[in-house]
């Protein structure tokens, strides 16, 4: 079980039961003290979960309005929209089906980490007085449809992704709405035929979409919708910063923007260009509403994570939005043209990913022995070791039981060469303390 600002989570029947789902959601109602909207994707537990949470609330003396399945940037558009006082979404974002938990919202954002510390520190007893309950339809889609422009994309033709998840019932609207030709695949909901994460999948089904039927473009998705990756007109599956680095590109022309706040693992490419329209890039540490806290600081209204393809932009909802990402890109498409063009003038560099399973107490070890090791490195999130054209980041995770490196650097070779190094640097750290 995890608990952190991205979430609580777990596997359920193992680590993640009702008593504690109950438990938890009684002391965030106790801590928001007023209405609370509730959103499920669509794994076979979130029904469960859901009823869990409601009587939790319920039990806090909260008014809880249930969305019923829904994705995590439309939960948080209605918080936001009708000024509740919080939100609770029943997801796993892109974790495994096996897994599910909760996403907390404030205000129409994500929980910061003393907001969570503080409700970790009330009572859980049951209130003298119960809240009320009722449902409610999302008008998110027709929010997105409007910011984006109706028949705006006319002509477009695209291939959908869903992943069996809540976009499903959601995003091939939107496309239509906005003028493209679409075709869906993985459309059913509840039903995962591939890794639920799109960044982790190869993608293959949709890129022989794309290719067979001619498309402008693929689209997947994860459970919740907050994250999408890209297929080009070629094919090919984009390195998921590319997401980011457009979507944020194009904003800055078309608004005139010129700072942003990214997470420490995004592409030194998005600096570059930041650079070349003369603005600004502030960092956070991974996890979404780290990088909102930051934008909030800054009164900064673009941001995101690259390693997520994840684009945040305050004037529409304060989360990642993938179904927001890829119509964006799709207007791209159709006002500037195919995106194999598009992005051959974007800078290059070379990303490798890699996890290590591990504890979080043996993460935090691994880093601080890292750091003995260095001069000059950044803790913002884990450690950050750069240099000219390159660096490399090892972090622990917030959602599972791993420790995460990100390299990237100019050349394939030598990124490769980094991460091979820092892989055998770990791993005799992880075996003389198990000696």
Same mark, same amino acid.
């Given at each position: ?75 948080f ?39 969570l510390?503080?409700?970790?520190k009330l009572n ?38 869903? %992943?069996? @998840?809540?976009?499903?019932? &959601? =995003?091939?609207?939107? #496309? ?5 030709n679409? *075709? ?8 995962f ?55 944020l ?50 009164n900064?209204?673009?941001? %995101?994570? @690259?390693?997520?393809?994840? &684009? =945040?932009?305050?004037? #529409? ?6 179904? *927001? ?111």
């Amino acid at each position: 079980m995890i608990l952190s600002v991205s979430g609580f989570r777990g596997i359920v029947g193992l680590d993640l039961n009702p008593i504690e789902l109950m438990r938890i959601a009684k002391l965030f109602g106790n801590y928001i003290n007023g209405s609370c909207a509730i959103g499920r994707d669509t794994r076979k537990s979130s029904i469960m979960i859901s009823k869990v949470v409601i009587a939790g609330l319920l039990n806090a003396n909260c008014n809880v309005i249930d969305f019923g399945i829904l994705s995590t940037p439309a939960l948080f558009k209605e918080v936001s929209r009708r000024g509740l006082e919080g939100g609770l979404m029943i997801t796993a974002s892109h974790n495994p089906p096996e897994w599910n938990g909760l996403k907390f919202i404030v205000k129409g954002r994500g929980i910061f980490e003393e907001e969570l510390n503080d409700i970790l520190k009330l009572n859980s007893n049951l209130s003298l007085k119960f809240g009320t309950y009722s449902k409610s339809s999302s008008r998110y889609i027709y929010d997105l449809i409007s910011y984006i422009g109706k028949d705006s994309c006319l002509g477009i033709k695209l291939s959908l992704d869903l %992943g069996g @998840g809540a976009g499903s019932l &959601l =995003i091939p609207k939107l #496309f239509k709405e906005i003028g493209c030709n679409v *075709l869906t695949i993985n459309d059913s909901p509840g039903i995962f035929s591939r890794i639920i994460d799109p960044i982790e999948d190869n993608l293959k089904y949709l890129s022989e979409m794309v290719l067979k039927n001619g498309f402008n473009a693929g689209f997947a998705y994860d459970c919740d919708a907050d994250r999408v990756a890209i297929i080009d007109d070629k094919g090919r599956k984009l390195p998921a910063d590319f997401t980011l680095i457009l979507c944020l590109k194009y904003l800055m022309e078309k608004i005139g923007l010129r700072e942003v706040v990214v997470s420490v693992d995004t592409s030194m490419a998005l600096e570059d260009i930041v650079n070349e329209f003369g603005g600004k890039v502030y960092y956070s540490k991974v996890g979404e509403a780290n990088v909102v806290k930051e934008m909030m600081k800054r009164n900064c209204r673009l941001g %995101g994570e @690259g390693s997520s393809g994840g &684009l =945040i932009v305050s004037d #529409f909802v304060m989360c990642r939005d993938g179904a *927001l990402a890829s119509a964006l890109i799709s207007k791209m498409i159709k006002q500037e043209g195919q995106l194999s063009d598009l992005i051959k003038h974007l800078p290059h560099y070379h990303q490798i990913r890699n996890k290590i399973h591990c504890s979080k107490e043996d993460a935090e070890r691994i880093i601080s022995i890292l750091a003995q090791e260095h001069n000059d490195f950044d803790t913002k999130d884990g450690i950050k070791i750069k240099k000219k054209d390159s660096w490399i980041l090892i972090r622990p995770s917030r959602t599972e039981e791993l420790l995460r490196i990100s390299v990237e650097a100019k050349s394939k070779d030598t990124a490769e060469d980094i991460m091979g190094y820092y892989l055998r640097r770990i791993k005799s750290i992880m075996s003389d303390h198990n000696e």
